[in-house]
């Protein structure tokens, strides 16, 4: 008779762990940013048929990354609980904390469970309040760990070098141009090369706090997400860097000494000294 293999259970939970963690990393990276006027979702996505940024229900969406029948089938049941839930109570019970603690009892109890692997998907749950420090944006990950975010969140990818560089050049109260460049600029920077990233390999879209309607979700499109791209300002890396080269403008020019004198050396500069 043979002996059962053994795996002592903080080994097993490491090895599902690591399997879940790679499976995520070899998909593209997504952002959620909190602007002025809403919540933002900018997603590197190819397909024009599969999204990773979806409604929920009036004031909530859903993003994801990693493998995309197993966080379609959770936007699906979300979606069927939120109106579930508003159907049979009022359309104000539905929250996205109630739905964020939904799917962490899924993704915990399939991670715990050693009869099926555990799902290689990071999910974001985003809910629009009435004013910008009422918005909710809540991270959850393979393990069914949540997180509330803020300003912004990144997953999927080389999330560490994105969210690095928003972490940079983030501000509160982004407009949303700016927070598009941003978020497209973070995107691009997610190796030792710069990319450039068009519209047509971007998925854009808001929860809009200006929209009239219930439903404050919206796709951005193509043309749209091209034009204000188009219009807005350098970011902000560039910004600084000209500011580093163009000279202060209230800083004169040195005069030539006058025949017969001696030229006289200008006031040392301690930063002059810094090392290089």
Known sequence: MSVPFYVSPEQLMRDRADFARKGIAKGRSAIALQYADGILFVAENRSPALHKVAEIYDRLAFAA???YPEFE???IAGVRLADMRGYSYDRRDVTGRALANAYAQTLGAIFSSGGEKPLEVEILV?????????????????????????????????????ADYVGE??????????????????LAHDGNEVRELTPDQLEVAVL????????KFKRISEET???????????PAEEAKAEETTPPAD??????????????????DP????PL
Not at 208 to 215: E, I, P, Y
């Open 65 to 67: 990354v990693g493998r």
């Open 73 to 75: 089938n959770l936007r």
């Open 126 to 162: 985003a809910e629009l309040g009435t004013t910008a420090a009422d918005d909710q944006v809540y991270r959850l990950t393979y393990d069914g760990s949540i997180a509330d975010v803020q300003g912004y969140a990144v997953m999927g990818g080389p999330a560490d070098q994105v």
């Open 169 to 186: 050049h983030y501000r509160d109260g982004i407009s949303l141009a700016g927070a598009l460049r941003l978020a497209v600029d973070a």
């Open 208 to 215: 809009d706090r200006t929209r009239t309607q219930v439903r």
């Open 225 to 235: 997400v091209a034009n204000i791209l188009s219009e807005s300002q350098p970011a």
């Open 251 to 268: 800083e004169a020019p040195t005069e030539p000494p006058a025949d017969g004198e001696a030229p006289v050396a200008p006031p040392e």
């Open 271 to 274: 930063e002059d000294n810094r």
